[in-house]
């Protein structure tokens, strides 16, 4: 008789969670519109804009990390596509009136993406507001 576990899909997935893996990826290109800023040079101290990166609850374990406040000129897609690949979830880019667009990702990922925006000079660490902690 053959084993039963052999060649089940759990024994194939356990197996496939056991390998490294090993990814390089390029932000380059995330800007797409490279439009000057009019603001003071001297005014540095002050953010330009604050990043809030907060987390929704949905039903049971569920939730949502919502990002909203990014500049512009960024391609939220492209980000977007890169912490998925990264951080193995999914996620889409909602337009909301009092937020403008919003990047929504499966999980609470808040200080994995906080990390991610200022490790790929996305936004600087003292433009992100994290909400929760």
């Given at each position: 008789?053959?084993?039963?576990?052999?060649?089940?899909?759990?024994?194939?997935?356990?197996?496939?969670?056991?390998?490294?893996?090993?990814?390089?990826?390029?932000?380059?290109?995330?800007?797409?519109?490279?439009?000057?800023?009019?603001?003071?040079?001297?005014?540095?101290?002050?953010?330009?804009?604050?990043?809030?990166?907060?987390?929704?609850?949905?039903?049971?374990?569920?939730?949502?990390?919502?990002?909203?406040?990014?500049?512009?000129?960024?391609?939220?897609?492209?980000?977007?596509?890169?912490?998925?690949?990264?951080?193995?979830?999914?996620?889409?880019?909602?337009?909301?009136?009092?937020?403008?667009?919003?990047?929504?990702v499966q999980g609470d990922l808040r200080k994995e993406i906080a990390q991610f925006l200022t490790e790929y000079k996305v936004c600087g660490?003292?433009?992100?507001?994290?909400?929760?902690?």
């Amino acid at each position: 008789q053959p084993s039963s576990s052999a060649g089940s899909p759990s024994a194939n997935k356990n197996r496939r969670e056991g390998e490294a893996k090993t990814q390089t990826m390029s932000l380059d290109n995330i800007v797409f519109n490279n439009a000057t800023d009019d603001f003071d040079a001297g005014d540095s101290t002050a953010p330009s804009s604050v990043v809030h990166i907060r987390n929704q609850q949905r039903n049971g374990r569920k939730s949502l990390t919502t990002i909203s406040g990014l500049a512009d000129d960024l391609d939220l897609k492209k980000i977007l596509k890169y912490i998925r690949k990264m951080y193995q979830t999914n996620g889409t880019v909602k337009n909301d009136k009092e937020h403008g667009d919003v990047i929504q990702v499966q999980g609470d990922l808040r200080k994995e993406i906080a990390q991610f925006l200022t490790e790929y000079k996305v936004c600087g660490k003292e433009e992100i507001k994290l909400h929760g902690y």
